[in-house]
């Protein structure tokens, strides 16, 4: 079982960049998916959720900007980055997790059974 995540990079400020995590090994359509951030000297932390339903959860600084999604068909979920900041500069997880059956998120990291590797987005001022 794998999450692979890709789709990071540099750019510019007021730049976007679309994220995926394309999982593999068995369906994910029932877990609820997510995407956490880590900068340098930072705890990880929750960025955006959505359950198996398709509720999503944005935290209230990349509201507006950030969009995640999921294609169950292809066992994908997106992050659409919009006006992007320098304080958006990060490592970006994406994560599952089965409990609730799927039905909730968690901020907490040891609430996610997989995790993806990490995608590196830098954001120049």
């Known amino acids: 079982v794998q999450l692979q995540a890709s789709g990071g990079g540099l750019v510019q400020a007021g730049g976007s960049l679309r994220l995926s995590c394309a999982a593999s090994?068995?369906?994910?359509?029932?877990?609820?998916m997510a995407w956490f951030r880590q900068a340098p000297g930072k705890e990880r932390e929750l960025v955006a959720a959505i359950n198996w339903s398709g509720s999503t959860y944005l935290t209230d600084s990349v509201k507006g900007r950030f969009t995640i999604s999921r294609d169950n068909a292809k066992n994908t979920v997106y992050l659409q980055m919009n006006s992007l900041k320098p304080e958006d500069t990060a490592v970006y997880y994406c994560?599952?997790?089965?409990?609730?059956?799927?039905?909730?998120?968690?901020?907490?990291?040891?609430?996610?059974?997989?995790w993806g590797q990490g995608t590196q987005v830098t954001v120049s001022s």
């Open positions: 994560a599952a997790t089965s409990r609730a059956d799927g039905s909730r998120w968690y901020s907490g990291v040891r609430n996610y059974d997989y």
């Open positions: 090994g068995r369906t994910f359509s029932r877990d609820a």
